[in-house]
């Protein structure tokens, strides 16, 4: 048995989806407005302590945030002293007009720092669990079920380590949880290749696919190297190639997706 596990579970009434939604996943590195390598050591002051420009750039985030139907976020904060305790989460999905959201709390700090992932959606899920995975503390995963009970479609939004061997447990332990569910989307920040996912054989199971160009990179956002960041999906939904936007204040650049939605997952 993988020694991830399930910390809170939430229920809510059902609400319909459209036919088709755009997704987005964003490494947001807490509106650290990093543009060389440089920056992780001459702005690392800004992961402690307060700058009133992150409170600008969140305005701009939020501004284009608002372009998309579901959101995952991860290295956002969940209010402490280096955001003048402002959520992130929260303050996003005010300023950007999203009817729900959902912070998770992976690695409390206290009044030092929340580290977080975050979910947005422009309509409610009927259910949403939060997983804490496997390994050292302070990776997590939102499960979030939208639509039909019977046939939802299934959203997780992962941040997962820096270890080969860490990540391939937490993606065993996710694909567990997921794997009763036909209509799956998983994204977030893996830290691993499409090419190093694809021979996972949880994954492979799940037949858990991205519609992407070979060359495609979000990762470092100022001169993009590596694919670090992805959405999946069974291909039961049908989705349009990967686009990577441009940075938003960030070491990684975010990535979106349209998906088409099946009637079944829709009612």
Known sequence: MLKGRLRHLSQTA??????????????????????????????????????QERQHRLQLIAHQLKAFDIIGLQEVDGGSLRTLFVNQVTHLAEKADFF?????TNRNLGRWAQH?????ARWQPWQVQDHQLPGLPGRGAV??????????????????????SAQSKQIDYLCRVIAPYPHLVLMGDFNASY?????????????????????ISTYPSWRPQRHL????????????SLQVGHPLFSDHCPISTQLQIPAICRN
């Open 14 to 51: 059902a609400c319909p989806l459209p036919e088709s939604l755009h997704l987005l996943s964003f490494n947001m590195q807490v509106g650290i407005h990093t543009q060389a390598y440089h920056h992780y050591l001459t702005r690392a002051w800004q992961h402690l302590l307060p700058s």
């Open 116 to 120: 977080s992932n975050g979910v947005l």
């Open 100 to 104: 729900w959201h959902y912070q998770q």
């Open 195 to 215: 090419a190093q996912l694809a021979r996972h054989p949880s994954l492979q199971a799940l037949g858990l696919i991205s519609t992407q160009d070979p060359g």
């Open 143 to 164: 499960v979030a079920f939208f639509g039909n009970k019977k046939q939802p479609l299934v959203i997780v939004n992962a941040h997962l380590a820096l270890s080969p």
């Open 229 to 240: 960041d992805h959405i999946l999906h069974t291909p039961t939904l049908k989705a349009q």
